[in-house]
Structure formats: structure tokens, C-alpha cells
């Protein structure tokens, strides 16, 4: 359980203020707000990449520091190194997250085979896509955090994302995943939630 207790958030103005939530196991949720409204702001925060203004945030009532393995977020496809494969970037996860999943599986999942040793900086929007959410996949974190995870996904790709985000939920996972769009993520999401005046609600 992902639980979020009187959190402020702000950058240039205060974006959410005293927001109090529990984001249960084994379901999925969707966050939309306007560009700029806080989306990826709060995904940063959940992830201790960026301090609170005040609040508190934990994980099965333990601080992110005493369980990081157990999250993963990766902001978007801008993070990778144009040097690296896809495929060392999977091995990289894995023994970060000290993860068990099977890399081969993920690549012909994903049909990558033809790419998966080439640098990213060859890639296509798609196929980094594909590498992204890979990762997810590869880290077997208990809590995912997705930042407009679709984005450059044709819709045979968006069927097997959305299948695989099925099968995390089955197995327990949270995850949370933003997008501009209410209706870009309705097939799959347990619980709708908009971040707007400050506040998040359920929709």
C-alpha cells in the first residue's frame, strides 16, 4: 500500500496542497492534469527524486529509503544513453533491482530482436518506448510509476502494454500511470484521478 499523507507540493506556485491518499495494492490508477498541472512533479516526489514542500509518503508504512527496490520510475525515453542498448539497459535493471525476470522473454514480447544490441540513439520513438516500458517489466517492482507511458505506442502496442499492466495488477502491484486524457487509459483503470485546484480527485 502506496499511502500519501498531507503532502504539499509546489515549483513556481504551490501545485497540490495537504493531499491525503492511499493508493491500494493490486489495482491500477490514472492521473490526468493539464500540461504543467503536477502529473510528472508528484510521480518525481513519490520517487524521492525531488523534495516536498511538506507531507509524508510511505510504503507499506516504511520510507522509499528503506525499500527502494520495491519502486521504479523512469521519467521518460530522454533518460537513456544514446551509447547503450536496449538490452544492456535490461541487464542493467535487473541486477539493480535484483530482479529474476526473463530478459529474452520481454525482448520477443516486445518484438525487439532486430534492435535489441543496436545503441538507442538508432531507436524510433516506438522502439524506445518499447525499452521503457520494458524496463518496467524487467525491474518486477511492487510499485510502478508511469509517466504518459503510452505516448508513440502504434495500437498493437498499446493492446500489449495495456495486456502486460493487466497481468502486474493480478499480481499485486500498484501502479499509477498520467496522461492528458481520461479516456486514453479507461479500459484499464481500477480508479480515475484528476489533479486540478490543488487537489486530486477521484472522477
Known sequence: MLKIENLSLATAETL????????????????????????????????????????????????????????????????????????????LIAGQWNSKQNIEQVISDWEMQSYANKPIGTYSLGMKQKTLIGLYEISDAKYLLMDEISNGLDEASRKILFDKIRKFKAQGKTIIITSHYKEDLSQIADVSLKLENKQIIEE
Do not use: H, M
Open 16 to 91: 497540490l496542497q495537504n493531499f491525503t491518499y492511499t493508493f491500494e495494492d493490486g489495482k491500477v490508477y490514472s492521473l490526468r492534469a493539464v500540461n504543467g498541472g503536477g502529473k510528472t512533479t508528484l510521480l518525481r516526489s513519490i520517487a524521492s527524486l525531488r523534495k516536498v514542500k511538506s507531507g509524508k509518503i510511505s510504503f507499506d508504512g516504511k520510507p522509499l529509503v528503506k525499500c527502494r527496490d520495491q519502486l521504479f520510475f523512469w521519467e521518460s525515453s530522454e533518460w537513456f544513453s544514446k551509447e547503450v542498448s536496449a538490452r544492456d539497459y535490461f541487464k
